[in-house]
């Protein structure tokens, strides 16, 4: 059976990105290596977002969205996605396009023998403050999580459908997406991806979403490290 993926794009008031990402996610589906799809998963946008992702749908028959009724997060639009996409793997990317959809290809050639692949960027456009504040971040989630991972803000990852469906999401969880993985005994890989300067809207993330907030949810994800259940069924009968 081959493998189909979804790319999970959350977006909160990015109207000024959503024309550039109809043209760069359109482009990438003509190059995927496998069949491909996207799910906007609006979440409760003030501007003109929902519109424009409207119009597209319209017009694309291999994009569609999910519209919250009021403002949840980032943790909980990709829990929207998961619990929603049917395809075998599941990608996510920002709505900012500092990463490209066409790194895709890159992550997919290793899809098969990991069942989470994460970017890893490279020459990051970022300012200092951020990508200084990113790396402590990284840092102290590495010393909780000891998953290895350079990168785990990056916001480009594919997952297998089946591993991301039993992630225990809560707010926050989306920077363990990899720490998650490894508590189901999957293994990850991680990828160099292209990384560029954004062009339009602004972050939603300020300095104590990087830093404080991070450390704060450390505790959370060891609480459910020490808790988490785990069994394997040796026999049935139904």
Not at 47 to 68: G, M, P, R, V, W
Not at 97 to 114: A, C, G, I, R
Not at 180 to 200: C, E, M, S
Request: proline share 3%.
């Amino acid at each position: 059976m081959e493998d189909t993926l979804t790319i999970l794009v959350p977006v909160y008031n990015e109207e000024d990105n959503i024309a550039r990402l109809e043209i760069e996610l359109l482009e990438f589906l003509k190059q995927s290596i496998v069949d491909a799809k996207v799910l906007f998963i609006n979440d409760c946008s003030t501007d003109t977002s929902q519109e424009l992702i409207e119009s597209i749908c319209l017009k694309h028959t291999a994009f569609n969205y999910i519209l919250f009724s009021e403002n949840k997060g980032l943790s909980a639009a990709l829990k929207a996605g998961f619990d929603n996409v049917n395809s075998s793997l599941v990608g996510y990317i920002d709505a900012d396009l500092q990463t490209s959809p066409k790194d895709f290809n890159l992550l997919l050639e290793h899809v098969k023998n990991h069942e989470l692949v994460t970017g890893i960027r490279v020459n990051r456009k970022d300012g200092i403050i951020k990508r200084w504040s990113s790396k402590i971040a990284n840092r102290i989630r590495r010393l909780f999580t000891n998953d290895g991972m350079l990168d785990t803000g990056c916001p480009l990852k594919i997952i297998k459908t089946s591993y991301a469906k039993n992630i225990p999401m809560f707010k926050g969880l989306h920077r363990f997406l990899p720490a998650l993985i490894l508590l189901q005994n999957g293994t990850i890989k991680q990828v160099p991806v292209n990384h560029f300067p954004r062009t339009a809207g602004y972050s939603k993330f300020g300095l104590r979403q990087r830093l404080v907030s991070p450390l704060i949810d450390c505790f959370a994800y060891l609480w459910m490290k020490r808790r988490a259940i785990h069994y394997t069924i040796e026999k049935k009968n139904f």
